[in-house]
């Protein structure tokens, strides 16, 4: 069997990173801010407080001073794991609003908090809760929503941010090698369809045998992409259904971190048996395209630069993007995103996106390409952005033959 084998990984010089407390300040710390949310799910609030809350709780950013306002349950864990902030008992102020006769409600407790330290106005974020931001216009408050990144500063990772994601992404690698692995081990049934351990093998199958793996590796694997054929041409298709031998089959990962809540992202497109020379051609230039974006992705390129001038390499290709029997075909994603405590976050590499790379970020790459009478093909990595070439995260292989 001929396989064809990629692989590339630049070494991180972790020195050569900022530490948060180095940062410059930012236009958010010289504001008031308020939220109210989980961190479980709200990145802002984690990445704020550093801890794990499964239940909305109230932070405020107060003349630079960070609060928090925790119920008994979570009190004396707050003080030891969000050690930046001031830890402000619910109880004592749900008290303090049923002696004055009112509801105990968090609109309450916040005036109160905000009367305490002599201000009435705070910036939220566009996720703020409608309800309650009605509330607090009603008892006098200034509520402002924060246009762009509410937490500027998260945009760009720290030393210990990077070795969290590159943690995170280790797991998504983990996973990874025991879906391909199922796939090189599967056996080839009537009709090109694969067995494994005699049993048909499904996208639902292969998913299951990842989001295993990835879950001993301590990560959560949440929609795990396993498309094969036209499947893979609907580029956020999970797939189902039995997979078949000799053609393309698209395997997208993208787990979160348990521990820390960091995600990591990787996709390989691969074939059990032999690629046909449409599929070889269509993934070699995938493939072209990837390595062109990460020599543009440094310090200071537009992030529109970058993705043009993939989509230039794949036209020049042949591979045009448009609508073809009414559905769109070719390249008709982005770039790359931000990688970090969502798995989608600033800044986007794509057609519509704006402003210029900036060192510390770290951004997946992953051009694709897409026709029906082929399949799909996305190959992604994740690049750190530095002053000079961006070094590449990812050490898992690329093969396309297994």
Do not use: W
Not at 186 to 200: A, C, D, E, Y
Not at 202 to 231: H, P, W
Not at 291 to 296: G, N, Q, R, V
Not at 318 to 336: A, L, S
């Amino acid at each position: 069997m001929q396989v064809t084998v990629y692989s590339a990984f630049n070494p991180i010089n972790f020195q050569s990173l900022h530490s948060r407390t180095a940062m410059a300040p930012s236009k958010a710390k010289t504001k008031n801010l308020l939220m109210v949310a989980d961190s479980e799910h709200d990145a802002n609030m984690l990445y704020t407080v550093g801890m794990f809350v499964p239940d909305p709780f109230i932070y405020l950013r107060l003349s630079g001073r960070e609060f928090i306002v925790m119920s008994d349950l979570e009190i004396d864990r707050a003080r030891k794991q969000a050690p930046r902030c001031q830890v402000l008992p619910l109880s004592d102020y749900y008290q303090n609003l049923r002696s004055k006769g009112k509801t105990p409600d968090f609109a309450g407790v916040i005036q109160l908090i905000l009367r305490e330290n002599k201000t009435s106005s705070v910036f939220v974020p566009n996720n703020f809760p409608f309800g309650l931001a009605t509330q607090l216009k009603n008892l006098g408050i200034s509520v402002k929503p924060e246009l762009g990144n509410f937490i500027p500063e998260r945009e760009i990772k720290t030393a210990d941010e990077v070795r969290k994601l590159t943690a995170a992404l280790r797991m998504a690698e983990i996973g990874m090698a025991a879906g391909i692995e199922a796939l090189k081990t599967s056996k080839v049934g009537k009709g090109n369809r694969l067995l494994h351990q005699n049993s048909p093998l499904t996208s639902e199958k292969l998913r299951s045998i990842i989001d295993t793996a990835v879950l001993q590796a301590g990560g959560f694997a949440a929609n795990t992409i396993v498309a094969g054929g036209r499947q893979g041409c609907d580029p956020h298709e999970r797939g189902y259904g039995p997979l078949r031998a000799n053609e393309l089959i698209i395997l997208d990962i993208f787990p979160r971190a348990q521990k820390t809540g960091y995600f990591g992202d990787i996709t390989r497109t691969v074939v059990k048996g032999r690629a046909t020379e449409a599929a070889r051609k269509l993934y070699d230039t995938v493939y072209a395209g990837q390595k062109l974006a990460f020599t543009l992705m440094r310090a200071n390129t537009p992030t529109a630069t970058v993705h043009e001038a993939v989509l230039s390499l794949f036209n020049k290709q042949g591979y045009k993007t448009g609508k073809i029997d009414g559905r769109m075909q070719g390249f008709f994603h982005g770039t790359g995103h931000g990688l970090g405590l969502e798995i989608h976050e600033s800044p986007r590499v794509g057609a519509t996106s704006t402003g210029v790379l900036k060192a510390g970020q770290v951004i997946t790459v992953e051009p694709g390409l897409y026709y029906s009478e082929i399949g799909g093909v996305r190959i992604e990595d994740v690049a750190l952005i530095t002053t000079g070439k961006s070094k590449n995260l990812t050490r898992f292989e690329k093969v396309l033959e297994v």
